[in-house]
């Protein structure tokens, strides 16, 4: 079974930065895409970026293009979310995700969740 636990959630001015990691335990995670979703208060879920399994496939959503990036240290298990130039619309439950891929689909259903990270934009 896996399991997903998120860390570097935090307050952060507008135009700062931050590292969201998410260690991943229970399966081979060179086996699975990863993904990055968040939730802001009273909208629903929506896809942030995410990543194959080798680690050279990624995919963004338009609004953090060019400010996220998404990476992966399969020695690690671990999947990070780089964020800059961040915008108090970017404040949200930020949410990890994996699914068992064997080809790229990067906003295909997920079947496994971390509890998720509070970010917040706010000066």
């Known amino acids: 079974q896996v399991q997903l636990v998120e860390s570097g959630g935090g307050l952060v001015q507008p135009g700062g930065s931050l590292r969201l990691s998410c260690t991943m335990s229970?399966?081979?995670?060179?086996?699975?895409?990863m993904g990055w979703f968040r939730q802001a208060p009273g909208k629903e879920r929506e896809f942030v970026a995410a990543?194959?399994?080798?680690?050279?496939?990624?995919d963004y959503a338009d609004s953090v293009k060019d400010r996220f990036t998404i990476s992966r240290d399969n020695v690690k298990n671990t999947v990070y979310l780089q964020m800059n130039s961040l915008k108090p619309e970017d404040t949200a439950v930020y949410y990890c995700?994996?699914?068992?891929?064997?080809?790229?689909?990067?906003?295909?259903?997920?079947?496994?969740w971390g509890q998720g990270t509070q970010v917040t934009v706010s000066s």
């Open positions: 995700a994996a699914r068992v891929a064997l080809s790229w689909s990067p906003r295909a259903e997920y079947n496994s």
């Open positions: 990543i194959f399994r080798a680690g050279g496939v990624t």
């Open positions: 229970g399966r081979t995670f060179s086996s699975l895409q």
